[in-house]
């Protein structure tokens, strides 16, 4: 008997409004999010977008460019998959952190 790897499906969200998106069709790149109308063919919902890296793109040969939010025509563009991280806790701890450093006494 042969070993089946286990395939899971993908889901994919906008990368502003958190929104499930679902395709019927490939994503082309004047394609917008149908609940908040932004740009899906862009860095930030690209699985290679790390604001971490250089130029923010984990592709070391990638062009640079300059609005992440925007349409572009990069060909590295793979659309990010999974749920998207909930950051408003760790800002939330971050903020109350600094606001105790700098308070005044």
């Not at 998106?21 to 908040?36: G, M, N, S, W, Y």
């Not at 977008?49 to 640079?64: G, L, S, V």
């Not at 060909?75 to 952190?97: H, L, W, Y």
Request: with cysteine.
């Amino acid at each position: 008997m042969s070993w089946i790897p286990k395939v899971e499906a993908k889901r994919h969200f906008c990368h502003k409004c958190k929104n499930e998106l679902i395709f019927e069709v490939k994503l082309q790149r004047a394609d917008t999010c149908p609940h908040c109308g932004v740009d899906l063919h862009c860095c930030k919902n690209c699985e290679n977008w790390d604001p971490a890296a250089h130029n923010q793109c984990k592709e070391h040969i990638a062009e640079y460019i300059p609005d992440r939010e925007r349409a572009n025509y990069c060909t590295f563009f793979t659309f990010k998959n999974g749920v998207p991280e909930d950051n408003s806790k760790r800002i939330a701890d971050s903020r109350s952190k600094l606001d105790n450093l700098f308070k005044k006494k």
